[in-house]
């Protein structure tokens, strides 16, 4: 009778331990057998496991602390049975995981590992949604209706691109797992690290839609820890430039071109950076921004930085993937035209930058610098600034097309010809004004004239803070007609008769700006 080892390796919560075990013990299917490997020493773990009187349930503690790799291996060699589950502690099962597991068995036998579907809950066990997993569903992960079976460099290509496995809720054949061990030199990745080991080996994944395990994400697991420290990031770029090695050895070039640019890896990165600049963890920057920036292995073996078009192209790649072709842009030559609204509303499409949430940072900053102010945001384009200043914020543009895409999702917005007769139009009114990627635009006397218009509806002391992007950004658009950097706004600023206060390079240091295209220069003034 085939039967599943559910084998645990215990170190950390005692509590969450025996929620996970009475998962187990829940199970509709009677089929299984648990062993609980204790890599602590916490008292009264031991005696509670003799006291269920339950001879399918093992309870065994380590002589001495193996850690987290030396537990994992240990768990392999306690496999009895012919399907394994290797189950997080912190987890729980849904009553119909072994039914469900055995069923996938029985209809796919061949696949080596098998991934049922997931639900996601808090460290108090309530269900959530985090930016990491809801990356995992709507960007990596395939679109699964029933099963779906993958192996070769398909499933090499779509797990470096992005691992949407849920690691602790794998079954895998006592076959295939025997094969290999946990990697030493590696704490976090090391599961990404024996997939793609048994890939490699010919082993095959079918994935299962239906939900049976429930995977806990909270604050204290290692692999939060280790992120926000900026040491797992460390870890994945050496690991990511060995496996471009491995499998550009082992003919699938597609899969190593993706290792060697670890696109989601480094967004990863980057959506943790602003947070270790804010806490000044200048050290964990460092490490972050070494990943999301540093050098590449290329599947020849050479060194060599990614650009922003590898980004760019890696990202497409991802939405290419899922949801076809994106057509390309062409950028006009003019800002006020309904083709350069629609140029502006293409960039907005990339799912990853939905999923992702890339505007949190630059949300937070402008509302970091205008506090409660009423802002009048000049040159606002479709609303993305001014959707973070709301309800407090009131737009001017040129361009008619951009203002009635601002109408259209809930925004207060004028055109230039419209602001004057418009209520708000009246002197002192204001106590912020924005002009966010306007100024590049334009020749600089141009830039002072328009925004001279803009002085007296401003109030005294009002602040006055200019955006502009860094070299790269710049580089991305045939509109912008003169680049402008800090001395620049500095210059804009001081013939406007303002106060500068501040200049800051935003989200990264200013050294970013040559190769992060939504570095920018930040320029915060007020009026006297």
Same mark, same amino acid.
């Given at each position: 009778?085939?039967?599943?080892?559910?084998?645990i $390796?215990?170190?950390?919560?005692?509590?969450?331990?025996?929620?996970?075990?009475?998962?187990?013990?829940?199970?509709?299917?009677?089929?299984?057998?648990?062993?609980?490997?204790?890599?602590?020493?916490?008292?009264?773990? @031991? %005696?509670?496991?003799?006291?269920?009187?339950?001879?399918?349930?093992r309870?065994?503690?380590?002589?001495?602390?193996?850690?987290?790799?030396?537990?994992?291996?240990? +768990?392999?060699?306690l496999?009895?049975?012919?399907?394994?589950?290797?189950?997080g502690c912190?987890?729980?099962?849904?009553?119909?995981y072994?039914c469900?597991?055995?069923?996938?068995?029985?209809?796919?036998p061949?696949?080596?590992?098998?991934? $049922?579907?997931?639900?996601?809950?808090?460290?108090?066990?309530?269900?959530?949604?985090?930016?990491?997993d809801?990356?995992?569903?709507?960007?990596?992960?395939?679109?699964?209706?029933?099963?779906? *079976?993958?192996?070769?460099?398909?499933?090499?290509?779509?797990?470096?691109?992005?691992?949407?496995?849920?690691?602790?809720?794998l079954?895998?054949? /006592?076959?295939?797992?025997?094969?290999?061990?946990?990697?030493?030199?590696?704490?976090?990745?090391?599961?990404?690290?024996?997939?793609?080991?048994?890939?490699?080996?010919?082993?095959?994944?079918?994935? %299962?839609?239906?939900? +049976?395990?429930?995977?806990?994400?909270?604050?204290?697991?290692?692999?939060?820890?280790?992120?926000?420290? !900026?040491?797992? =990031?460390?870890?994945?770029?050496?690991?990511?430039?060995?496996?471009?090695?491995?499998?550009?050895?082992?003919?699938?070039?597609? @899969?190593?071109?993706?290792?060697?640019?670890?696109? &989601?890896?480094?967004?990863?990165?980057?959506?943790? *950076?602003?947070?270790?600049?804010?806490?000044?963890?200048?050290?964990?920057?460092?490490?972050?921004?070494?990943?999301?920036f540093g050098?590449?292995?290329?599947?020849?073996?050479?060194?060599?930085?990614?650009?922003?078009?590898?980004?760019?192209?890696?990202?497409?790649?991802?939405? %290419?993937?899922?949801?076809?072709?994106?057509?390309?842009v062409?950028?006009?030559? &003019?800002?006020?035209?309904?083709?350069?609204?629609?140029?502006?509303?293409?960039?907005?499409?990339? *799912?990853?930058?939905? #999923?992702?949430?890339?505007?949190a940072?630059?949300?937070?900053?402008?509302?970091?610098?205008? !506090?409660?102010?009423?802002?009048?945001?000049?040159?606002?384009?479709?609303?993305?600034?001014?959707?973070?200043?709301? $309800?407090?914020?009131?737009g001017?543009?040129?361009?008619?097309? &951009?203002?009635?895409? +601002?109408?259209?999702?809930?925004?207060?917005?004028?055109?230039t010809?419209?602001?004057?007769?418009?209520?708000?139009?009246?002197?002192?009114?204001?106590?912020?004004?924005? /002009?966010?990627?306007?100024?590049?635009?334009?020749?600089?006397?141009q830039?002072?004239?328009?925004?001279?218009?803009?002085?007296?509806?401003?109030?005294?002391?009002?602040r006055v #803070?200019?955006?502009?992007?860094?070299?790269?950004?710049?580089?991305?658009?045939?509109?912008?007609?003169?680049?402008?950097?800090f001395?620049?706004?500095?210059?804009?600023?001081?013939?406007?008769?303002?106060?500068?206060?501040?200049?800051?390079?935003?989200?990264?240091?200013? /050294?970013?700006?040559?190769? =992060?295209?939504?570095?920018?220069?930040?320029?915060?003034?007020?009026?006297?």
């Open positions: 009778m085939t039967a599943v080892d559910i084998l $390796p215990y170190y950390g919560d005692e509590e969450l331990l025996r929620v996970a075990v009475s998962s187990v013990l829940e199970q509709d299917d009677p089929r299984w057998r648990l062993t609980v490997v204790d890599d602590c020493d916490v008292p009264g773990v @031991a %005696d509670w496991f003799a006291g269920l009187g339950d001879d399918r349930v309870y065994l503690r380590n002589p001495e602390n193996l850690g987290v790799t030396g537990n994992f291996n240990r +768990c392999l060699e496999i009895e049975q012919e399907l394994v589950v290797l189950m912190d987890d729980r099962l849904l009553s119909n072994v469900t597991v055995l069923a996938a068995h029985e209809a796919v061949e696949a080596g590992i098998i991934q $049922p579907g997931v639900r996601l809950i808090d460290g108090e066990g309530h269900p959530t949604r985090t930016l990491v809801e990356a995992k569903r709507r960007v990596y992960a395939p679109k699964v209706r029933g099963k779906l *079976l993958m192996s070769g460099e398909q499933l090499a290509l779509s797990l470096v691109r992005g691992d949407w496995l849920y690691f602790p809720s079954c895998w054949t /006592a076959s295939s797992l025997k094969q290999v061990r946990f990697r030493e030199d590696l704490r976090v990745i090391q599961d990404l690290a024996l997939m793609l080991e048994l890939v490699i080996r010919g082993e095959s994944l079918l994935v %299962d839609e239906t939900v +049976c395990f429930e995977y806990r994400r909270h604050a204290a697991s290692e692999s939060s820890a280790t992120a926000q420290s !900026g040491s797992r =990031f460390v870890e994945a770029g050496r690991f990511f430039a060995e496996t471009a090695e491995r499998l550009r050895e082992h003919g699938w070039t597609r @899969a190593a071109r993706a290792a060697r640019r670890h696109v &989601s890896s480094r967004l990863f990165a980057l959506t943790l *950076l602003p947070g270790t600049l804010l806490a000044r963890e200048r050290e964990s920057a460092k490490a972050l921004a070494r990943h999301a050098p590449g292995t290329d599947p020849t073996g050479s060194r060599r930085t990614p650009t922003a078009a590898d980004f760019r192209r890696g990202c497409s790649r991802i939405s %290419d993937d899922r949801h076809g072709n994106v057509p390309a062409t950028t006009p030559g &003019s800002t006020d035209g309904a083709d350069y609204t629609d140029r502006l509303k293409q960039l907005e499409q990339p *799912l990853w930058k939905r #999923v992702l949430d890339v505007q940072p630059y949300r937070w900053n402008v509302r970091r610098l205008f !506090g409660e102010r009423e802002v009048l945001d000049v040159g606002c384009g479709l609303g993305r600034n001014l959707a973070h200043l709301a $309800p407090r914020g009131i001017v543009d040129h361009n008619e097309h &951009s203002i009635e895409v +601002c109408r259209e999702r809930g925004l207060t917005a004028f055109t010809a419209e602001f004057g007769e418009s209520e708000y139009a009246s002197p002192g009114r204001f106590g912020g004004l924005l /002009a966010a990627h306007l100024i590049e635009h334009m020749p600089r006397d830039a002072v004239e328009v925004l001279a218009g803009y002085l007296d509806y401003l109030a005294p002391g009002a #803070v200019f955006i502009c992007p860094q070299e790269r950004g710049y580089a991305t658009d045939s509109t912008h007609v003169q680049y402008t950097d001395d620049g706004l500095a210059d804009v600023a001081e013939r406007l008769g303002l106060v500068v206060e501040r200049r800051i390079s935003f989200p990264l240091p200013r /050294a970013a700006g040559k190769l =992060f295209p939504y570095n920018e220069f930040v320029l915060i003034t007020h009026r006297p």
